[in-house]
């Protein structure tokens, strides 16, 4: 068996590098460690439950909307949004979590940003269930 793949070629004990070098098949030079590398997390789409209940199993919101779609936005969404005029100016990329009026929360590195229009929003990846950072 081989022992110590990542250690004998001088790369770091990262999970993901300890992962790239498992097995036989692993070539001598394997790559630059300067590379960033895609994280990617299963979130899944959502729960099926219609609304939420005490502790007595009585209804304690009101059921939610059965259409999952707004404005062809969907929560999970990777968006781009070029807001041109009012408070919030500027370009945000982010997670979209949609909102029945049409009015959207972007969430990027950072912070999220509430309240902007599904107008100045254009789709750059549709919702798959994961979330990908680097």
Same mark, same amino acid.
């Given at each position: *068996?081989?022992?110590?793949?990542?250690?004998?070629? @001088?790369?770091?004990? /990262? $999970?993901?590098?300890?992962?790239?070098?498992?097995?036989?098949?692993?070539?001598?030079?394997?790559?630059?460690?300067?590379?960033?590398?895609?994280?990617?997390?299963?979130?899944?789409?959502?729960?099926?439950?219609?609304?939420?209940?005490? +502790?007595?199993? =009585?209804?304690?919101?009101?059921?939610?909307?059965?259409?999952?779609?707004?404005?062809?936005?969907?929560? @999970?969404?990777?968006?781009?949004?070029?807001? /041109?005029?009012?408070?919030?100016?500027? +370009?945000?990329?982010?997670?979209?979590?949609?909102?029945?009026?049409?009015? =959207?929360?972007?969430? *990027?590195?950072? /912070?999220?940003?509430?309240?902007?229009?599904?107008?100045?929003? $254009?789709?750059? $990846?549709?919702?798959?269930?994961?979330?990908?950072?680097?």
């Amino acid at each position: *068996t081989i022992r110590g793949l990542s250690k004998n070629r @001088g790369l770091s004990k /990262t $999970h993901w590098l300890d992962a790239a070098c498992v097995g036989k098949s692993t070539p001598e030079k394997l790559f630059q460690t300067d590379k960033a590398v895609l994280i990617v997390k299963a979130n899944g789409h959502g729960s099926r439950q219609m609304c939420r209940v005490n +502790t007595f199993g =009585f209804p304690r919101t009101k059921a939610k909307s059965r259409k999952k779609k707004v404005n062809g936005f969907q929560t @999970g969404d990777i968006a781009k949004a070029i807001v /041109t005029s009012g408070k919030k100016v500027g +370009t945000y990329i982010g997670r979209v979590a949609v909102r029945k009026s049409g009015f =959207f929360n972007i969430t *990027t590195r950072e /912070t999220t940003i509430q309240g902007i229009n599904w107008k100045y929003c $254009h789709m750059l $990846h549709m919702s798959d269930g994961y979330s990908y950072n680097i």
